[in-house]
């Protein structure tokens, strides 16, 4: 089924294969393979791939651009970026993965994950539509990972595009420690409260003693009518963000 699905998909990008492939330099697509240790097969997908759409005003021969990769690409993406992160953070709830996936798809990422592979060195683009930019290039190499994403799936299939994913922008990610893990846990139980349909947390001071060099306060989270957790902190703040975290632990447990 899979294969007849490939085979469909390649008959959308019929015609022009011989003279494209010339266009765009053969060595450069052995270059790239070796990069990636990845051996094309329906070459033409990945021409396609790296062809952004400003290069069809100075090159008409190209009658489509990578545009619809890039759909395909970031729906793959974003399926592998899920996995991966339901199975390395079993006891999260939904707002934190949903949260730390958009971290690891946004177009930063895309761009330090594009930049590892140097595939601008690869992209078909009008130098006219950067002019200098640097985030106009951070747009077209972020669209063309993509979319060399969605080639890698149509020509080798879903395990070679999630080998490829994890390689070069998940496991960097984690190993550089660029993705931030949200830390407003406030925030969090908010989401949380109103997705659950509870009621809205509300946090009372419980006490607060010591010096005012050296203060501890004690809050209480009460969502409804009942206390979700006690938090303490050198400040107000950090006192509700501790009970927050305790509340949104007991939530998961309760649901569980």
């Given at each position: 089924?899979?294969?007849?699905?490939r085979r469909f998909i390649s008959n959308l990008f019929p015609g022009g294969k011989q003279a494209n492939l010339l266009k765009?330099?053969?060595e450069k697509l052995v270059l790239l393979e070796k990069r990636l240790g990845i051996k094309f097969g329906q070459k033409e997908i990945f021409i396609k791939a790296l062809?952004?759409?400003s290069y069809l005003e100075i090159s008409p021969e190209f009658e489509k651009s990578n545009e619809r990769l890039e759909f395909l690409g970031d729906a793959v993406l974003g399926l592998v970026a899920a996995e991966t992160l339901f199975q390395k953070f079993p006891?999260?709830?939904?707002?934190?993965l949903t949260k730390y996936r958009s971290h690891l798809v946004d177009k930063e990422a895309l761009f330090e994950a594009a930049k590892r592979i140097n595939l601008f060195d690869f992209v078909l683009y009008d130098h006219r539509y950067v002019r200098g930019s640097e985030e106009g290039k951070k747009t077209i190499i972020a669209d063309c990972l993509e979319a060399l994403i969605g080639a890698i799936y149509l020509d080798k299939g879903l395990k070679t595009a999630e080998h490829f994913i994890v390689r070069w922008i998940i496991t960097p990610n984690f190993q550089s420690g660029d993705?931030?893990?949200?830390?407003?846990?406030?925030?969090?139980?908010l989401e949380i409260t109103h997705s659950e349909k509870l009621s809205a947390p509300k946090y009372k001071v419980v006490s607060e003693e010591g010096p005012d060099h050296d203060k501890k306060f004690v809050v209480d989270v009460i969502i409804g009518s009942e206390s979700y957790g006690i938090g303490e902190?050198?400040?107000?703040?950090?006192?509700?963000?501790?009970?927050a975290k305790i509340a949104i632990d007991k939530i998961f447990r309760n649901n569980n």
């Open positions: 089924m899979f294969k007849i699905f765009f330099e053969r062809t952004h759409r006891n999260k709830h939904e707002g934190f993705v931030k893990v949200d830390k407003n846990f406030k925030g969090q139980l902190g050198k400040n107000k703040k950090s006192a509700e963000q501790e009970a």
